[in-house]
């Protein structure tokens, strides 16, 4: 069974930084794509960046681009999304997320995911 475990969200003023974390067990990242979403109240889920664990190829949303960056600790088992100069924008619940099976790209649709997480909460204030 595969299982997905978000920690690190936390409430932090604007222009700081937070590393989000995302444990895997009973699942091995070799060939499979992760991700990061997100969503805020009121608004859609939406993709934060993917990553090819093949490669470490990732993508990135145009508007975090720049700031934010996903890397992941193979030996770990250890997704992380380290988020910098955090907007209140940013704010929402944070997910990740990983495909079922060997993952060619970087994609950025939900539904090309098969296993999430429960999501930590990340609160920016102004």
């Known amino acids: 069974q595969v299982q997905l475990v978000e920690s690190g969200g936390d409430s932090v003023q604007a222009g700081g930084s937070l590393r989000l974390s995302c444990a895997a067990s009973?699942?091995?990242?070799?060939?499979?794509?992760l991700a990061w979403f997100r969503q805020a109240p009121g608004k859609e889920r939406e993709a934060v960046g993917s990553?090819?664990?093949?490669?470490?190829?990732?993508t990135y949303i145009a508007s975090v681009k720049g700031r934010f960056t996903i890397s992941q600790d193979k030996a770990k088992n250890t997704l992380y999304l380290l988020m910098n100069s955090l907007k209140p924008e940013d704010s929402g619940m944070y997910y990740c997320?990983?495909?079922?099976?060997?993952?060619?790209?970087?994609?950025?649709?939900?539904?090309?995911?098969?296993?999430w997480g429960r999501g930590t909460q990340v609160t920016v204030s102004s």
């Open positions: 997320a990983a495909t079922s099976g060997t993952c060619y790209g970087t994609p950025m649709r939900s539904n090309a995911y098969g296993y």
């Open positions: 009973g699942y091995t990242y070799s060939g499979v794509c």
């Open positions: 990553i090819r664990t093949s490669d470490g190829r990732t």
